[in-house]
């Protein structure tokens, strides 16, 4: 069974920054895509950035020179480091991995900017 952790949301005034982390464990062979969406209240869930298991990356229009995704395939994990975060970044942050061709959500994490 596989399980996605994330960490590293919180509280932060408009143009600072926060590193969002997520963890796959558990039978994991091979991981092709990381990624990361968002849910703000009242919107639907949109993708914010995904990595290939090349490195290739793709980010929302929103997020471009501001946000980067990276990963770490040794650990399993997944990172998103958020710069000069608006408050239109408000929003529930899930980490989506695609391991073994299965699509994996993690828990959700809030990430909150506002002075």
């Known amino acids: 069974q596989v399980q996605l952790v994330e960490s590293g949301g919180g509280l932060v005034q408009p143009g600072g920054s926060l590193r969002l982390s997520c963890a796959a464990s558990?039978?994991?062979?091979?991981?092709?895509?990381m990624g990361w969406y968002r849910q703000a209240p009242g919107k639907q869930r949109e993708l914010v950035a995904n990595?290939?298991?090349?490195?290739?990356?793709n980010y929302a229009d929103s997020v471009k020179e501001r946000f980067t995704i990276s990963r770490d395939n040794a650990k399993n994990t997944v990172y998103l480091q958020m710069s000069s975060l608006k408050p239109e970044d408000t929003a529930v942050y899930y980490c989506?991995?695609?391991?073994?061709?299965?699509?994996?959500w993690g828990q959700g994490t809030q990430a909150t900017v506002s002075s």
């Open positions: 558990g039978s994991i062979r091979i991981i092709y895509v």
């Open positions: 990595i290939g298991i090349g490195g290739s990356t």
């Open positions: 989506n991995m695609n391991i073994g061709g299965v699509i994996y």
